[in-house]
């Protein structure tokens, strides 16, 4: 007894001390640039630096230097960033042309468009597949049934059925997001450990507490990274029908650029598809930690479960 | 013994959820035939999928098409395509893989190059290695291989950070070199997630298999010339510029059969590389 | 007494025999997984009372089936045949072989449950705000009582993931008896835990029992464990499981830590230890020659 107390008292506070203060105490800025130093202290930036010099220098090098046998016919980086940040570019597209920003917008617009149309339809099947055994077995098997087909053998199909041509790439753009979000989510209702839902029924929660209280929450980080992914896939189909079918957008200017022989507009074209691409998946990560608080706190602490 | 055989076999093959299953594709074949017969049904055509030719219809093209070598071939040509590639991708995507992840420094001067280049799109890529690449087979060949090289890549430096480093002090402490820990623990504790890697990868390989074909042999940029070419992406989109829409969907569900055919035999094969994952 | 840890000592004050709720007879219950031919039989003609205001703590080996035992009482799954009552209130048996799970009833899970997604008071307030019982400030009102009760001032608004695993099931035992439920059922919440927090564990649990006199099934492979909480404590077989020995542990309550190093504390020890030891050979027997 005697010994049991000061312990007891002793071990309280330890464990309720520690584990808050750590977070509360800090802000994020401070935090971010704390991360920011310790980063610039580490090795890591340096080889960064030097990882880009070598791609880069290398295909200068082959490209612009030593004209290298194939690499000769390929544009140089000092010709791609002339042109890409030149007021007057001669093939015609660079950061000061309007037409630039549209074949942006355009892009963005129709991942956009799929992108939502993917998780308002892909995240509420997923969470009833993952939900209702019923209506998985009634539902998943054709699911399954056209999922083997990849969206993109779906482009002369889909050119038939819509009319125009916006509506088919939209289309493409869709089935690739939807797949993965819809089975993502599915996957993350299925991974959640049963003795949640025992727990809330436990508590007197109905059916429908359980769904909204514990299954959307509980599945909201595979959630998210099925939507990370589907920005990915969406990308990757909008790219094939925009240069299959289709006006404007950047998968049409690097198509175009081609058979025009605008060489250095192809690869501006990439760049551009990969920092878009990039930014519009670190939004949808932006948007899960936020949402997610709990786990991104759990994760900082590096938490014991 | 031989009751409870056949108990479970009556629970896959005759249980309910079986037969949910063949009702609900029956259900959607029919609802899909009859939405692609709606005009001459009803006199109205359904949205969209009057445009699809019906289910039936597409059953006799097949039976057509597999009597026709021709289209044979095609299939030929796109599964030695995703063949190369997914192989080339294996080939240089585990060991570099396998290098990053091991030596810190290399990891530091790749990986953020690595990651820069990931977010293209391997369709962008299209023109660039057309123009790159002698010849159209190995422009092909190029884009497939970086179909499934980025997803490999991640998936074998994930695999390999993940590696508990007990297993490393263990082996350290019972003498072991660096190359047999590279061998006897790095390799195969990364062999879960490489295949894995290769399992994704396979389909995004076929994926862009059929795009490639489409753009390169079919598509706006179709001037590359019509003699090249053939795989079955070519086929669906000639099948489409010659408005044959039945052989558009066979084409679809040949690709279909073959995308699920190899992701089978790579789970297959897996299964067979990390025999203990499967023992429960 | 929430800023201070009260010692057990305080609370010999405590009327002995209070409300008497809670009781659960199993009678001769049995349950098969899978099919009757093809099935494994976890619980095999089990029969014994837990009996009301008091805690009964069941000893058996690893996946003799104890959890699969407090699963039927919660409701979870179903029983193959036999009965369960509640206060003589059936819950499970022939008719209705799963019973409906409740708040009368309250699981403290083997790895812990408290939602992560939600902060501590959430959980807390989660059983009565789900039910309609309070408003959301009446049970964020009681829950913030409760939990300074428990000694967990200030980490209402923190999420569990940022508590250590003791503080986590302290909070998920407020987050039931938020609930008042007739009985607790606990499967073995203090596995994950080290010795020392184990040992603080024990001293809040009982301290919770003696204000509260709910009655507390309780599962643990631990016999110290058992002995030193325990009424009454159930060893069983290895699977199927069925009780082996039942004792009354007569060392009276209220219990602290000094109880571990009395002579009669001692004598419990060995009179279970041999039987323990003898299932504890024979499941691992038997686990290996499943394998
Ligand atoms: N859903 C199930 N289907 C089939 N068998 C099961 C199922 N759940 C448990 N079992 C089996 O029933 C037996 C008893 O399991 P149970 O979980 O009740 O054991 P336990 O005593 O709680 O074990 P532990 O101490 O490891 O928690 C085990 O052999 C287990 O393999
Ligand atoms: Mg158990």
Redesign the interface.
């Known amino acids: 007894m005697t010994e049991a107390s000061p312990l007891r008292a002793l071990n309280r506070d330890v464990s309720l001390g520690l584990a808050d203060d750590a977070v509360r105490g800090i802000s994020p800025l401070a935090l971010a640039i704390h991360r920011f130093l310790l980063w610039l202290r580490s090795?890591?930036p340096y080889?960064?630096i030097?990882?880009?010099t070598?791609?880069i220098g290398f295909w200068y090098l082959a490209v612009e230097v030593w004209k290298l046998p194939?690499?000769s016919?390929?544009p140089g980086p000092t010709e791609v960033v002339r042109e890409w940040f030149s007021r007057n570019p001669t093939y015609g597209l660079s950061v000061f042309t309007p037409e630039y920003y549209l074949h942006i917008w355009v892009s963005t617009r129709r991942v956009a468009i799929a992108f939502f149309l993917a998780t308002a339809i892909g995240v509420p099947l997923g969470l009833f597949l993952g939900w209702s055994e019923?209506f998985k077995?009634?539902?998943?098997?054709?699911f399954e049934?056209?999922r083997?087909?990849?969206?993109?053998?779906?482009?002369?199909?889909a050119?038939?059925?819509?009319k125009g041509s916006e509506t088919p790439i939209i289309f493409l753009t869709f089935l690739a997001s939807f797949y993965a979000t819809a089975l993502n989510t599915m996957l993350g209702v299925e991974s959640i450990d049963v003795s949640y839902t025992r727990a809330a029924s436990c508590l007197g929660a109905t059916r429908w507490q359980v769904f909204r209280h514990v299954i959307v929450p509980g599945a909201m980080p595979f959630i998210f990274t099925g939507l990370q992914i589907s920005v990915?896939v969406a990308?990757?189909s909008?790219?094939?029908g925009e240069?299959?079918?289709g006006q404007y957008g950047?998968?049409y200017v690097?198509?175009?650029?081609?058979?025009m022989v605008r060489?250095p507009t192809?690869?501006i074209?990439?760049?551009t598809?990969?920092?878009v691409?990039?930014v519009t998946?670190a939004a949808v990560r932006f948007v899960g930690d936020h949402l997610m608080q709990w786990r991104t706190r759990e994760l900082a602490l590096g938490g014991d479960r | 013994m031989a009751?409870?055989f056949v108990?479970?076999a009556m629970s896959t093959v005759g249980g309910?959820?079986f037969w949910?299953?063949?009702?609900?594709?029956a259900v959607?074949l029919i609802f899909w035939e009859v939405g692609s017969r709606s005009q001459a049904l009803f006199g109205i055509a359904f949205p969209?999928?009057s445009?699809?030719p019906a289910p039936s219809a597409v059953l006799q093209e097949l039976v057509v098409l597999v009597q026709d070598p021709s289209f044979w071939m095609s299939a030929l040509l796109s599964t030695l395509r995703v063949f190369e590639g997914f192989l080339a991708a294996m080939v240089v995507g585990i060991p570099l893989g396998l290098a990053m992840a091991v030596s810190r420094?290399f990891y530091?001067?790749?990986?953020?190059?690595f990651e820069?280049?990931?977010?293209?799109?391997?369709?962008?890529?299209?023109?660039?290695s057309?123009?790159?690449?002698?010849t159209q087979e190995l422009s092909i060949a190029f884009v497939t291989f970086l179909g499934a090289f980025f997803t490999i890549v991640i998936n074998v430096i994930g695999g390999a950070q993940a590696i508990d480093v007990r297993y490393f002090q263990a082996a350290r402490s019972m003498g072991s070199s660096t190359w047999d820990i590279f061998c006897r623990i790095i390799l195969p504790a990364t062999l879960p997630s490489i295949v894995v890697g290769a399992t994704v990868g396979v389909?995004i390989t076929?994926?862009?298999v059929?795009?490639a074909e489409?753009?390169s042999g079919g598509?706006?940029?179709g001037?590359v010339g019509g003699a090249a070419g053939g795989g079955?992406?070519f086929f669906?989109?000639n099948?489409?510029v010659g408005g044959s829409?039945t052989q558009?969907?066979a084409?679809?569900?040949s690709?279909?059969?073959a995308?699920?055919l190899s992701?089978a035999v790579l789970r297959k094969i897996g299964k067979w590389l990390t025999p203990w994952l499967s023992q429960y | 007494m929430s800023a201070q840890p009260a010692t057990a000592r305080s609370y010999s004050a405590v009327p002995a025999q209070p409300l008497r709720k809670g009781g659960v007879r199993i009678a001769d219950v049995v349950k098969v997984y899978g099919?009757s031919?093809?099935g494994i039989l976890a619980v095999d003609h089990c029969t014994f009372d837990v009996p009301p205001g008091e805690i009964t703590v069941v000893v058996g080996p690893s996946g003799c089936g104890k959890t699969t035992l407090l699963n039927a009482i919660a409701g979870f799954h179903s029983i193959s045949s036999g009965n369960i009552y509640l206060d003589d209130e059936l819950l499970c048996g022939p008719r209705k072989l799963k019973a409906q799970p409740g708040p009368d009833r309250i699981v403290v899970f083997q790895n812990g449950a408290l939602f992560p997604w939600k902060t501590n008071i959430e959980n807390v307030t989660f059983g009565p705000i789900m039910q309609g019982l309070l408003s959301r400030a009446e049970a964020y009102e009681k829950a913030r009582d409760m939990m300074a009760d428990a000694g967990l001032r200030g980490i209402e608004h923190n999420y569990p993931g940022e508590m250590s695993s003791g503080v986590r099931r302290r909070v998920e035992i407020v987050r039931a008896l938020m609930n008042d439920p007739k009985i607790l059922l606990l499967d073995e919440p203090y596995r994950a835990l080290d010795s020392l927090t184990k040992s603080v564990m024990h001293e809040a649990l009982l301290e919770v029992f003696y204000k509260n006199r709910v009655t507390i099934f309780f599962i643990t492979h631990d016999l110290e464990e058992a002995i030193f909480l325990g009424h009454r404590v159930v060893i069983m077989t290895t699977r199927p499981c069925r009780p082996k020995k039942i004792l009354d542990i007569d060392i009276p309550h209220p219990r602290d830590y000094s109880v571990l190093t009395t002579k009669r504390f001692r004598e419990f020890m060995d009179e279970t230890a041999a039987a323990v030891h003898e299932e504890a050979l024979k499941a691992f027997a038997a686990g290996e020659k499943e394998r």
């Open positions: 090795p890591r080889l960064m030097v990882g880009f070598l791609f194939r690499f016919e390929m019923r077995q009634y539902v998943f098997p054709v049934l056209l083997p087909v990849p969206p993109l053998a779906w482009v002369p199909l050119i038939v059925m819509f990915g990308w990757f909008l790219v094939a240069m299959v079918s950047l998968g690097i198509n175009t650029s081609y058979t060489y192809i690869v074209g990439m760049i598809l990969g920092i691409g990039y998946s | 009751k409870a108990l479970r309910d959820d949910r299953g063949i009702a609900s594709i959607f969209w999928i445009q699809i420094t530091g001067i790749t990986f953020p190059v820069v280049l990931r977010p293209i799109p391997p369709l962008a890529w299209v023109p660039a057309i123009i790159f690449w002698p389909g076929w994926a862009v059929v795009a489409m753009i598509g706006s940029a001037s079955l992406g669906i989109w099948s489409y829409y558009i969907v084409g679809m569900i690709i279909g059969i995308g699920y992701s | 099919t031919e093809a």
